[in-house]
């Protein structure tokens, strides 16, 4: 579990409006935040059900179809 020490922005009735981290969290934060938007996407291509190509030849399917526009 991330140990985050956050402090808040108030308003002038007290609200919390704001949150303010120290700039390694915030990188811990977006790190851990990428590695879950890998785990979807893995997620989402296993149930997909379709064939996994090599990324290598995703790459070159990416390139021609760019190359014929």
Known sequence: M???KERYLVDENDNRIGVLLNIEDYRLILDELEELDSIRA????????ETP????QALEEIERQRSKR
């Open 53 to 56: 190509i090599p990324f290598e």
């Open 42 to 49: 893995y997620d989402e291509a296993q149930a997909s059900g």
């Open 2 to 4: 991330l140990s985050i």
